[in-house]
């Protein structure tokens, strides 16, 4: 099923431009690595605490040492940038697995198989749908979990409440409603225990919807993860948000606005949402999905 | 559909319910300290702990909350003994909130249409890549970036206006307008600007002029200038240049949401047979739109919008606490930022409320529209 997903969605002008834009992404994840493994030093291209002495003032326009230039702090913004695709990947590809896992599992065998378990999960998810995940960002990031907010972990959370919450009521609705159909009634005439039914013959059908709908969320968590890192809610991760605040921030103090700085952030995070949406859009328009 | 809506609220009432039980316990686990934490500086800790257990803010979990229920239906949302923010302050940010919501809904639901409207029933059906990409470009927008990009030319594009017509905030004791009063004219000469905006839209993109617009639009300008004087005008009008901004943010969020919603949705429609058959037919273009496209849009668009209501949510926290607008999100913002637990809970309160009245106000408008949902 996830085959003829990635293939029928890459037939598709949003799924292919969506595609390369992952691929960008993973792209600069493993040049960084590279590039930090054995051709930059790391006393100066480090996306945290580099610092090149040679060059001074910071910030420095774009050069031959410096390609994007460096930001206030004396840090080499393409390095940065680099280094920035990385935890957003992971935040991604880690909420994306685990909504759609949580989901596609629970709203696919739970309204088949346990009616009064579904009643109350279907409760609960709609007390999650509640839930803002900027906000849940923001208060774990208020306590004492600053260290513990890694991009797999904020991931794994985000998961788990778009799983739980409205990718769970999506695909709650359409089992419902295949459980319906007459090609269902046949299994359970000849035999079909409700198990087999729920995972051989509704799950596939309710794949795409809950792809779909996973993918679209992971754009807000991926906003969501920039809101919180511009307002420093996420550790010492390198990444995009806290680029931004720097661009801002600190390039006011120095009196300019150093577009070089703030330019490849705000790229970096067009290019990771619209890689999601534009893979949503694929789902729903090959699937034919309206809502 | 009294039965509808009797299920509707009471459906809704227990996700609230949840909602709060959920965020109780996550604010009081999650966030060191309590209410009663930023007194440690005026008094001792024998004296704190003595306060503490007199309030039982020692309680367990399970029973402070039952008790923080009570004290809603008593009307009070943030009790306690030692409030950063009380009830009056929270309740306060309902109507700015209001103010940036309903104006960005009304522009976003108005321009989204656009795309679709524009576009000839016979390819309808077809992928309309431009908007769709530029949809995407505007929803990947970080809030920051644009305030940082538009704020200060549209300050100073405000500021020449309001030296150009000599408009400057009166003097306190010139001022005899009540709060209500002033958050209504705001919020008029809000909805205002965005009638003609999206009047103006209209006219551009569609050559069409929308006679109850224009009423609308009529009514709301008779109403300004009929109950106000040039005071209370002037000071509405300063106010209003932060919420402008506000709602030039927040649109911008929508508008790329809602667009690829209604492409998405028109395109499946544009593919359903009774088009087919409406066209065969020899029905013209806007028959068709009017009374099977734009009919049999509204369901999945109103299922996909009390979806999206937390997304929304997220937006007005995000975009609020970007360009200081003081509505419940940059309030909420603050209060998580200072550890007041109990005023983040009164606006958990506030804003869960809210998006249940407009997921039940989209639900009942959906099956006053479409029977086969009521029957369901």
């Known amino acids: ?291 | 559909m009294i039965k509808f809506i009797t299920r509707e609220i009471i459906s809704s009432l227990l996700s609230i319910f949840i909602f709060l039980f959920i965020m109780f316990y996550a604010i009081n686990i999650l966030i060191p300290g309590d209410f009663l934490t930023p007194l440690r500086l005026m008094m001792s800790q024998e004296e704190l702990d003595a306060l503490r257990e007199s309030l039982g803010a020692n309680d367990p979990l399970y029973q402070r909350y039952f008790r923080w229920i009570l004290s809603v239906f008593a009307g009070e949302i943030t009790p306690g003994g030692f409030m950063q923010r009380n009830g009056k302050d929270i309740m306060s940010t309902i109507f700015p909130t209001l103010q940036i919501l309903i104006p960005s809904f009304f522009l976003a639901i108005n321009i989204a249409k656009l795309p679709v409207l524009k576009t000839k029933v016979s390819k309808l059906y077809k992928n309309k890549i431009f908007s769709d990409s530029i949809s995407t470009f505007l929803i990947s927008i970080f809030p920051p970036i644009t305030l940082f990009v538009i704020g200060t030319k549209f300050d100073e594009g405000i500021q020449k206006i309001f030296n150009k017509f000599e408009i400057v905030k009166s003097p306190k004791n010139l001022i005899d307008y009540s709060d209500f009063i002033f958050n209504l004219h705001t919020f008029l000469v809000l909805m205002c600007t965005v009638l003609i905006l999206t009047l103006f839209s209209d006219f551009i993109f569609l050559l069409i002029v929308d006679t109850y617009k224009m009423f609308l639009l009529l009514f709301i300008f008779l109403t300004i200038f009929l109950s106000s004087d040039r005071i209370l005008i002037n000071d509405v009008i300063i106010h209003t240049k932060n919420a402008f901004l506000t709602i030039a943010i927040l649109s911008i969020f929508f508008i790329g949401e809602f667009v690829l919603m209604n492409n998405v949705i028109a395109q499946n429609i544009a593919r359903e047979p009774h088009i087919l058959t409406a066209r065969a037919l020899g029905y013209s273009n806007s028959k068709i739109f009017r009374n099977h496209v734009i009919k049999n849009t509204f369901g999945p668009f109103a299922t996909r919008l009390g979806l999206s209501l937390p997304f929304t949510i997220a937006s007005l926290v995000i975009v609020e606490s970007t360009t200081n607008w003081n509505g419940m999100g940059s309030l909420l913002y603050q209060t998580i930022m200072n550890q007041d637990s109990n005023a983040a809970m009164g606006i958990f309160l506030l804003l869960a409320v809210l998006t249940i009245f407009i997921r039940v106000t989209i639900s009942i408008f959906h099956a006053y529209l479409d029977p086969r949902v009521r029957l369901k």
């Open chain 1, 1 to 291: 099923m996830i085959k003829d997903l990635i293939q029928s969605t890459y037939k598709t002008y949003y799924g292919k431009v969506g595609y390369i834009c992952l691929l960008t992404l993973i792209s600069c994840s493993f040049l960084h690595n590279w590039l930090l493994g054995g051709v930059w030093p790391e006393n100066i291209y480090d996306p945290i605490v580099g610092f090149d002495l040679s060059v001074f003032p910071h910030p420095t326009t774009p050069s031959k040492t410096h390609l994007l230039g460096t930001d206030p702090l004396g840090r080499d913004v393409l390095s940065m940038f680099l280094a920035g695709s990385s935890p957003l990947i992971r935040l991604s590809i880690i909420s994306f697995l685990v909504g759609l896992s949580i989901s596609l599992f629970f709203g696919s065998t739970i309204p088949f198989l346990f009616k009064k378990l579904d009643r109350v999960i279907k409760e609960t998810s709609s007390g999650i749908i509640l839930l803002s995940p900027p906000v849940v960002l923001l208060i774990l990031g208020t306590g004492d979990f600053t260290d513990v907010l890694k991009p797999g972990t904020v991931g794994l959370i985000y998961g788990f409440l778009s799983g739980f919450g409205v990718a769970y009521l999506v695909v709650r609705s359409k089992s419902l409603e295949i459980a319906n159909s007459e090609f269902i009634k046949a299994s359970q005439l000849i035999g079909g225990k409700n198990y087999y039914i729920a995972t051989r013959h509704i799950l596939p059908v309710v794949v795409p919807y809950s792809v779909s709908y996973m993918l679209a969320s992971t754009t807000y968590g991926i906003l969501a993860y920039g809101f919180a890192s511009f307002f420093g809610q996420v550790g010492w991760t390198p990444n995009w948000g806290m680029m931004i605040y720097d661009a801002i921030t600190y390039g006011s103090y120095l009196g300019g606005v150093n577009y070089w700085n703030l330019l490849p952030p705000t790229f970096g995070f067009m290019l990771c949402t619209s890689s999601f949406y534009f893979l949503s859009l694929s789902v729903k328009k090959q699937y034919g999905i309206s809502i």
